[in-house]
């Protein structure tokens, strides 16, 4: 009886260096991106760094997620304005490597407050107020056990300080309509030049 609660034991303390081992295999120098500011059309760029702590070469991916909760507005999920470059990675022990998380706010999009619900959502304890994620995980090389975080993005539109932004967002909403007409009036106005010749 002895031996099989040593046992017992002896693979849950496995078990949990195994679960430490993962959870501090790649650290991130930072744990959230949010309150970033830009407005309608402009892209930012932020740097997040990955250090390899564990003893092997590890490889991993980035992606995005979005938290769904129900009572959600569209302003929650702005997955679709992240990319992360690059998107794969391998690491090694005491190797850091730089990724560039840009954020390319839709021309029409809103002002205020995107992917949170607060502007909180990146302190301690307001994890409820978080729904865009960037998330890293990695294995090592060769394995299929990932380990991961999950990193809050959030911006706040603004209004551009571009007094021409307005003018340039509408043209490019409406680009086909104004080259049609341009073609239209071409056409038309040929005919009355020639007759005046």
Do not use: C
């Amino acid at each position: 009886m002895k031996s099989k609660s040593t046992i017992v034991v002896a693979l849950l303390l496995g078990l949990l260096l195994v679960q430490g081992s993962f959870a501090l295999a790649t650290s991130v120098n930072k744990m959230s991106l949010t309150n970033l500011v830009g407005y309608p059309g402009k892209t930012i760029k932020a740097e997040i760094a990955l250090e390899g702590t564990d003893i092997g070469e590890r490889s991993g991916f980035w992606y995005t997620h979005y938290k769904k909760i129900e009572g959600d507005n569209d302003r929650m999920d702005i997955t679709s304005w992240i990319t992360v470059e690059p998107k794969d990675f391998t690491i090694k022990q005491e190797e850091t490597k730089t990724f560039t998380v840009k954020v390319k706010v839709p021309r029409n999009a809103e002002l205020g407050l995107w992917g949170a619900t607060s502007k909180e959502a990146g302190k301690e304890g307001h994890s409820n107020e978080r729904r865009t994620y960037i998330i890293f995980k990695d294995a090592p090389a060769g394995g299929n056990v990932y380990s991961g975080l999950l990193i809050p993005v959030s911006i706040e539109v603004t209004k551009s300080p571009n007094l021409l932004e307005p003018i340039i967002n509408f043209v490019i909403q409406n680009i086909i309509i104004i080259v049609l007409s341009i073609i239209i009036l071409v056409l038309v106005a040929r005919p009355l030049l020639k007759r005046k010749k």
